[in-house]
């Protein structure tokens, strides 16, 4: 599995960092947002729980998928502005 950082937006306003990843992924199922969020904290250098894959969308009859990600500056943030259901996708909530 691949990635490549292809959009990279500081959004002050919501004290976060929006990334776009494309990922290619040969001959391998659409990649876990568990794996997807390890790369993401070893390329940028950021705490894995402060990272929340939002979603991935894999085009049809490729192997390459598009991942939308935001990384938070702290846990108190992330639990106020993602919803419930994303931050449990992500396994940082129960």
Do not use: C, W
Not at 38 to 48: F, L, P, Q, V, Y
Not at 54 to 75: D, H, M, P, W
């Amino acid at each position: 599995m691949d990635l490549k950082i292809i959009n990279r937006e500081n959004n002050q306003l919501l004290n976060r960092e929006e990334i776009i990843v494309l990922i290619d992924h040969k001959n391998e199922p659409t990649p876990k947002r568990d794996d997807i969020r390890e790369k993401i904290s070893a390329m940028i250098g950021k705490d894995k729980n402060l990272i929340v894959v939002e979603k991935i969308l894999t085009e049809f009859g490729k192997q390459r998928s598009k991942a939308f990600v935001n990384v938070y500056q702290n846990e108190e943030d992330m639990k106020k502005l993602e919803p419930k259901h994303i931050l449990k996708r992500n396994k940082i909530i129960q």
